[in-house]
Every structure is written in C-alpha cells, then in structure tokens.
C-alpha cells in the first residue's frame, strides 16, 4: 500500500499570498507570521508575491487569477471576518469560503484558507499571534506540506 505525505521541507516554486486591507491591524499580523514561517521553512522572500485587495470578499477571484497563471506552487488568503451585529457576516465568510476552495479545485493549485472568522477583535487579535499562535503561520505551513505532497504524488 502506497501512502502519500507532505512534509516542510523547503518546497520548489514560487508562492503568492493574497492579504486583505480590510481589518488590517489582524491581517498585517497574519502576514508577518506567514513570511516568518516561509523564512524559516528556506522559502526566500524573493520567491513570495503578495497581492492586496480591499477585504475578504475580493479574495477569491485574485486568488483564482493567481493560482491560474501557472506562476505559483501555491496561494495563501489571510483575511479577518469579524461577526457583527448583522447578518454580513455569514455572507462575507461563506462565500470567501466557498470562493477560496473553488479556486483551488478549479486550478489544481493549493489555494490555503487562513481567513479567520471570529466572534470578536479580540478572538481576531489572538488567532493572529497575540495569544493562541499565528493562523497566518499556519496557512504557511499548510502550502508547503501541500506543495510538497502534490511534488510526491507526481512521481
């Protein structure tokens, strides 16, 4: 039986990060962790493209042009999605969802989730290294093992 695993060895290619302005005090936070983790995975900052749009509702389609281009080993959205007291909330979150996973099953390419979708600046604050590690790190992380098992499953 044949079994399959990424790891986080330094990975081929080149990456794109799609970052949201939109609660930026988290998403500048979740970015940081993201490169710091590229870094010291072997993944030169020369070999990272970042693309920032207005919020996460925009992420998805510059993360499908990206991921389509045939430039990037992998894209990785950071946004922040802070409930509120209206129902935009769930509209925003579910389809940067829906769009990000689509993105990527319709390129082939990892596409990383690392929106955060919390309940408060504080949980968002937290998520993004405060307290309880760094989601951007995370979705790092998260491209490299798949880039690395996609490299294992084309040999």
């Not at 005090?25 to 940081?32: C, F, G, I």
């Not at 693309?51 to 946004?79: D, H, M, N, Q, T």
Request: charged share 20%; net charge negative.
């Amino acid at each position: 039986m044949a079994e399959f695993i990424g790891d986080y060895s330094t990975p081929a290619g080149r990456f794109a990060i799609v970052a949201a302005r939109f609660n930026a005090l988290v998403t500048e936070s979740l970015l940081a962790g993201c490169r710091d983790a590229m870094a010291r995975h072997g993944v030169a900052e020369d070999r990272i493209d970042v693309a920032w749009v207005p919020g996460s509702f925009e992420i998805p389609v510059v993360a499908r042009k990206l991921a389509g281009s045939g430039r990037y080993a992998a894209v990785i959205c950071l946004g922040c999605v802070i409930r509120g007291e209206t129902s935009h909330y769930d509209h925003v979150a579910g389809q940067a969802a829906a769009g990000v996973m689509q993105a990527g099953l319709s390129t082939g390419v990892p596409v990383i989730f690392g929106i955060l979708t919390t309940d408060s600046v504080e949980q968002a604050l937290n998520r993004a290294g405060l307290k309880s590690g760094n989601k951007g790190a995370d979705a790092a992380l998260a491209a490299i093992e798949m880039v690395n098992l996609l490299s294992r499953l084309e040999h």
